[in-house]
């Protein structure tokens, strides 16, 4: 099983953006998925997340702004960023959590996607 994250580009403040993350093999059940976000110099911070029942939390910085969904299959999740601010820009890494048959969580995770936002 592998992620892959998409979408990421060079956009001018004020603008919209969407990232992909796009799941490859089979998982036995999801645990949810999360979107992160690493700015340069600065540790990796959550941004959003969408539970197995599709209870979506979102960091107070992003609330009202982006907006996390997934496709019909739950294999791809997204990311739609609006009103992006100059501190959106970070590398983006999505995390896709699989419940395994034996009753544990393995977690896969993307390489990520770079969004720059300039004025």
């Known amino acids: 099983v592998k992620v892959a994250e998409s979408g990421g580009g060079s956009v001018q403040a004020g603008e919209s953006l969407t990232l992909s993350c796009a799941r490859s093999g089979d998982i036995y059940s999801s645990c949810g998925m999360e979107w992160y976000r690493q700015a340069p110099g600065k540790g990796r911070e959550f941004v959003s997340s969408i539970s197995s029942r599709g209870i979506k939390k979102y960091a107070t910085s992003v609330e009202g702004r982006f907006s996390i969904s997934t496709d019909i299959t739950e294999s791809t999740l997204y990311l739609q960023m609006n009103s992006l601010k100059h501190e959106a820009a970070a590398v983006y890494y999505c995390?896709?959590?699989?419940?395994?048959?034996?009753?544990?969580?393995?977690?896969?995770w993307g390489l990520g996607t770079q969004v720059t936002v300039s004025s």
């Open positions: 995390m896709q959590c699989e419940a395994t048959v034996t009753g544990g969580t393995t977690k896969y």
